[in-house]
Structure formats: structure tokens, C-alpha cells
């Protein structure tokens, strides 16, 4: 069974930083591209960023280009989310789902999520 | 970027009937690379469809996807207590992936 465990979500002010990890089991990680996703409270879903199952080739949506970084380490079935220059706008839950490929294409299997909230 | 445009966004409707939804997207979906999402309060989105038409892993027949281009559709022939929920569709054809803003189904 696919399981996908997120943490590292809280409360941090306007410019901090964060790092999530996702913790994947159930199959056989580095086969697969992986994905963040996040949705806004009240608000639809966005995709954030996605990592290839090598972790060669990363994607980010514009918006988190240059503050996110997408990595993965696949000796111990787990992706990170480092996220820097946090702000307002950047709360939400923050999903970590699987791809079913290689190369980052949709979302076969999704976290629960975990929150992240910038205030001060 | 792609920007995807569901409608209704609200849907009212009783429990057995058939319901339709739409996705239209700005420019034209290359190799139908379009799917389809479930979510109910609380709960992470689930993959219902992929590849426009082709229902995932579990997602019963009652649930159908069609279209091409820049027209999708997804259909709940008979709608059950557990579908009420919102409905995201998501193009997978260029970078970056986009969402649509989802629709509601409610019911009446």
C-alpha cells in the first residue's frame, strides 16, 4: 500500500524558513517522479513544484522560483521541500503526492497534508 | 501557462441523478494529457481519471471522462452520497501544471 507521510509544517513569520519532508513507502521510490501541492485555506489547489525520480530535473511554479527547493533523498524514501523569503500568500495545506512515471506528469497518489502558516 | 476553466462552480443536485462537468482550457491539451480529482471535506485530493478518459485504480464505473482539444468533460452517471464533493480538473500537457478551480457538488 502507497502511503505518503508529510511533516515539518507550523507557524513561522514573514521571511522565515521552512523545510517539509515527505516520507514514502510502499513502493519502490527512485522509480518515480515526485510532487508538491498546495491549496490556500478555502481556495483550490496549486502545484508548487516536482522533482524527477533521479532528482535531476526540478520544476517550480513561478511564483516560488528562487525561495523553494524541491530535493529527495531516495536511499531512505523521502522528498523536501525547503522553503525561504516565506510569505503571506505562501500559507496553506501542503500535499506531497507521487507521479506515476518518472518524469512529473499528474498525481496518483496524494499526503494527507500538512499546514503551513506565515503570520506574524 | 495554461488556465483552466470549470464550470458551474457550484452544482446542485440530488442523489441518483446524472451530472456533468466541464473544463476548458486556454489553449489546446496536447495527447489528452488531462485529469480528473476528488475531494471531500477534510480529505486530500484522489485521482478519479487520467489521460482525459481512463479511470484510475478503484474509481468506479460511474465515472466517466471525455473530450479534446480544449473541451473535457467529466460525468457521474448516477450520482452516490459519497460523490458529493469538489471536482478539480489538471492538464499535464505543458509546464506549469494547472488546476482548475474546481467545482462543488452539492446537494439539492
Redesign the interface.
Given at each position: 500500500e502507497v502511503q505518503l507521510l508529510e511533516s515539518g509544517g507550523g507557524l513561522v513569520q514573514p521571511g522565515g524558513s521552512l523545510r517539509l519532508s515527505c516520507v514514502a513507502s510502499g513502493f519502490t521510490f527512485n522509480n518515480y517522479a515526485m510532487?508538491w501541492?498546495r491549496q490556500a485555506p478555502g481556495q483550490?489547489?496549486?502545484?508548487v513544484a516536482?522533482l524527477s525520480g533521479s532528482g535531476t530535473n526540478s520544476?517550480?511554479?513561478?511564483s516560488v522560483k528562487g525561495r523553494f527547493t524541491i530535493s529527495r533523498d531516495n536511499s531512505n524514501s523521502t522528498m523536501f521541500l525547503q522553503m525561504n523569503s516565506l510569505r503571506a500568500d505562501d500559507t496553506a495545506v501542503y500535499?506531497c503526492a507521487k507521479v506515476?512515471a518518472i518524469l512529473?506528469?499528474?498525481?496518483?497518489?496524494?499526503?494527507?497534508?500538512v499546514l503551513v502558516t506565515v503570520s506574524s | 501557462e495554461i488556465v483552466m476553466t470549470q464550470s458551474p462552480v457550484t452544482l446542485s443536485v440530488s442523489p441518483g441523478e446524472r451530472v456533468t462537468l466541464s473544463c476548458r482550457t486556454s489553449q489546446s491539451i496536447l495527447s489528452n494529457y488531462l485529469a480528473w480529482y476528488q475531494q471531500r471535506p477534510g480529505q486530500a485530493p484522489r485521482l478519479l481519471i487520467f489521460s482525459t478518459s481512463t479511470r484510475a485504480t478503484g474509481v468506479p464505473a460511474r465515472f466517466s471522462g471525455s473530450g479534446s482539444g480544449t473541451d473535457f468533460t467529466l460525468s457521474i452517471s448516477s450520482l452516490q452520497s459519497e460523490d458529493f464533493a469538489v471536482y478539480y480538473c489538471q492538464q499535464y500537457s505543458s509546464w506549469p501544471r494547472t488546476f482548475g478551480q474546481g467545482t462543488k457538488v452539492e446537494v439539492k
Open positions: 510532487s501541492i483550490g489547489l496549486e502545484w516536482a520544476y517550480y511554479t513561478d500535499y506515476p512529473p506528469l499528474y498525481f496518483d497518489y496524494w499526503g494527507h497534508g | -
